[in-house]
């Protein structure tokens, strides 16, 4: 079956740092892929997603390519800051057949210190 | 676009009643809905998928009697918790997609609602 594998946080920086969070994946066929974003006691905002193999997506200063070789999809931000304090959750749609249903790394928890 | 509203945010009730959760798209119209359970520090557990004027689908291990779904319109689907106990305390999360059943489009999420049962 589907899965997603994400980095165990928590992942603690210093303000401008550099972000990166790694997500593999494993799917039949061509999943999207995508990275949500959860704030403390929120429910999850879409951060970016990519259809197809070598698609960026970006949002926010955020961007994650869709690696179909190494399978993975990891999300990077050059400069964070503070706000960017979340819990970060990678996931794939998968193909029709499965009815498309969104399948969730375990999620990976930032925290941007000043 | 693809607001997703999700009531009441937080619950508090004693053990035995029973909660019902809204889900709206606001500003679209949603044939299917996603109802998801999160427990503290966690990832999110797919409970079942709600296609409007059909009944759910449950994924295995999540009793269908005790997680009543209803998607009676193309803009809401309700999820009632019946006889809730102290081990139904969760959050609760739904989602809404644009699209056909079997659209790619992303799935866009509710804020939660915050269930404790005393």
């Known amino acids: 079956g589907n899965s997603v594998t994400q980095m165990e946080g928590p992942v603690t920086l210093s303000e401008e740092a550099f972000l990166t969070i790694n997500c593999t994946y494993t799917a039949t066929g061509y999943p999207s892929l995508f990275w949500y974003v959860q704030y403390p006691g929120e429910g999850l905002q879409l951060l970016l997603k990519?259809?197809?193999?070598?698609d960026k997506g970006s949002n926010k200063g955020f961007e994650a390519t869709y690696r179909k070789e190494t399978t993975s999809f990891h999300l990077e931000k050059g400069s964070v800051q503070v706000s960017d304090s979340a819990v970060y959750f990678c996931?794939?749609?998968?193909?029709?057949?499965?009815?498309?249903?969104?399948?969730f790394g375990g999620g990976t928890r930032v925290l941007v210190k000043p | 676009g693809a607001v997703v509203s999700q009531h009441p945010s937080r619950v508090i009730c004693k053990s035995g009643t029973s909660v019902k959760i809204e889900c709206r798209s606001l500003?679209?119209?949603?044939?299917?809905m996603f109802w998801y359970r999160q427990f503290p520090k966690q990832s999110l557990m797919l409970m079942a998928t709600s296609n409007e004027g059909s009944k759910a689908t449950y994924e295995q291990g999540v009793e269908k009697d005790k997680f009543l779904i209803n998607h009676a319109s193309l803009t809401l689907s309700t999820l009632t918790v019946t006889s809730a106990h102290p081990e139904d305390s969760s959050f609760y999360i739904c989602?809404?997609?644009?699209?056909?059943?079997?659209?790619?489009?992303?799935?866009?999420f509710g804020d939660g609602t915050r269930l404790s049962i005393l």
């Open positions: 989602s809404a997609r644009v699209g056909d059943p079997y659209s790619n489009q992303p799935q866009h």
């Open positions: 500003d679209f119209q949603a044939t299917t």
């Open positions: 990519a259809t197809k193999a070598d």
């Open positions: 996931a794939l749609s998968g193909v029709r057949a499965a009815g498309n249903k969104l399948t």
